[in-house]
């Protein structure tokens, strides 16, 4: 059983040599046969990064994270495909932890969240990734699928640019066990220090509302972009 790391970047120079390099140092086991970053035409120097730290780099024909990581997995060799954000660490073990998982009879699952600043409200949040249930479902846990298990759910859907990480979950439970690992993955809380802990979290809990409500990707990119600074969407 081998597992494909795929990971989608636009302009991350800095961050995604970090990151590759930690892999390198700490992730040494030999089911993973690969790392893939899958960028969207970055106009800095994530390419040439990624490719000095040793990862295979494909540029995905369509920007946003949905089609990046579609195009990885379309590219991956392994039998389990892992997605993971630029600017989340998984622990040292997880290719130990994904192929238990697995072999326990779970085809795909992530970890529970952690982030790299202590505040109250953040932990707060982590905690409730512990539970099973979708709305605590978020990209940065980061996410294991076996391969066949991806694709006859659909793969993710290009069109989404933003909640493409959580739609995904409920396609993947028709073909699938999920599983949340006991241990967490660490991300950076940088979008929270940029744009107010409470107000970032205020918007990502009126995006969700708003998708919920049914309301189309266009107006959820809109007021995702009003109300954040940010250019990754």
């Excluded at 989340?88 to 699952?109: K, M, Q, W």
């Excluded at 739609?167 to 809380?189: C, P, Y």
């Excluded at 919920?212 to 990119?221: R, Y």
Aim: one cysteine or more; hydrophobic letters at 40%.
């Amino acid at each position: 059983m081998h597992i494909s790391l795929i990971i989608p970047t636009y302009n991350e120079s800095g961050q995604i040599g970090r990151l590759l390099r930690f892999l390198k140092i700490q992730c040494t086991h030999p089911s993973l046969i690969e790392i893939i970053v899958a960028d969207g035409n970055s106009t800095d120097t994530t390419v040439a990064e990624a490719r000095k730290a040793g990862a295979r780099v494909i540029v995905s024909p369509q920007k946003g994270r949905a089609a990046q990581m579609n195009a990885g997995a379309e590219a991956a060799k392994g039998d389990v495909l892992y997605f993971l954000h630029c600017d989340t660490f998984p622990p040292a073990h997880f290719a130990s932890d994904i192929l238990r998982a697995v072999e326990n009879g779970y085809g795909c699952g992530c970890y529970r969240l952690a982030f790299d600043q202590k505040h109250w409200f953040l932990a707060l949040n982590c905690w409730f990734t512990r539970f099973d249930i979708n709305a605590f479902r978020f990209g940065d846990q980061s996410l294991f699928v076996r391969r066949e298990a991806f694709f006859q759910a659909g793969g993710f859907r290009n069109e989404l640019i933003v909640m493409e990480d959580q739609e995904i979950i409920g396609r993947l439970r028709k073909h699938s066990r999920f599983k949340i690992m006991n241990n967490a993955v660490i991300t950076s809380a940088r979008k929270y220090l940029a744009n107010g802990i409470y107000k970032t979290q205020g918007v990502f809990f009126l995006i969700y509302l708003l998708y919920k409500l049914g309301l189309p990707q266009d107006s959820l990119v809109n007021t995702y972009r009003r109300l954040f600074d940010q250019d990754k969407v």
